[in-house]
């Protein structure tokens, strides 16, 4: 059974448009977290997210955490060429700490 | 400061061999993880170490995955004997806590194809 549900899958955008991509769950975490992945490599940390309603921003990349610590949202600006990649929601829960859950992935291309 | 490093980067072997993987984790890092992408499906937990202890190892699949960090520093993960199912990427990856907090950073991941 999967933990973190991510959507959409797939999304296919052109240059400067607005995106949003979803990680929920039924499940409460202690921390969430999102990474982004390149071809040929492992995920690398963005942002990780621990109070529930906070927001970060990253550049063009804002990162909410949802009010009962169940869902995240990752919405970017003007999305770039230089945006397409893997991105990966990850949990912690507060009883396996260290242990991340992670969704299957959003892959985005930006089109020039 | 040199990554998270992994060894082979490919490795294909015939159903019924034994194949067993390297992870080399960030210098000092007391934490480290393993986990596997099988394909379609999402990244997901087989074990962590804290220093040279399994921590947590109710993510390995079955009996045929040994995995090792003798002396608290490089790691293994050995398949023995290996079956279809168990095709996918495995990454490794490495923390140290941090007033409570921890980052892991992940290895480049083995790319394991089982015929």
């Known amino acids: 059974t999967q933990l973190l549900e991510q959507s959409p899958q797939f999304l296919s955008i052109q240059e400067g448009e607005n995106l949003t991509v979803y990680c929920n769950s039924s499940?409460?975490?202690?921390?969430l977290q999102w990474y982004r992945q390149e071809p040929g490599e492992g995920p690398v940390l963005l942002v990780t997210v621990v109070t529930g309603g906070e927001v970060k921003k990253l550049k063009r990349l804002t990162f909410q955490f949802g009010d009962a610590r169940k869902d995240s949202s990752l919405h970017i600006t003007a999305a770039q060429p230089g945006d397409t990649g893997l991105y990966l929601c990850a949990g912690e829960k507060g009883s396996t700490l260290g242990r991340l859950y992670f969704g299957r992935g959003t892959q985005l291309t930006v089109w020039p | 400061e040199a990554g998270v490093t992994q060894f082979p980067s490919h490795s294909v072997i015939e159903k019924g061999q034994t194949v067993t993987l390297r992870c080399d984790p960030i210098s000092g890092h007391d934490n480290l993880y393993w986990y596997r992408r099988v394909m379609g499906k999402e990244i997901k937990f087989l074990l962590h170490?804290?220093?040279?202890?399994?921590?947590?190892e109710s993510g390995m699949p079955n009996n045929r995955f040994l995995a090792e960090r003798t002396g608290g520093t490089y790691s293994t993960l050995k398949v023995q004997p290996a079956e279809l199912e168990d095709s996918g990427v495995y990454f490794c990856?490495?923390?140290?806590?941090?007033?409570?907090?921890?980052?892991?950073?992940f290895g480049p991941g083995t790319r394991l194809l089982v015929l």
């Open positions: 990856a490495s923390s140290q806590w941090d007033r409570g907090k921890e980052t892991q950073y």
């Open positions: 170490f804290v220093k040279e202890s399994k921590q947590d």
């Open positions: 499940s409460v975490f202690s921390s």
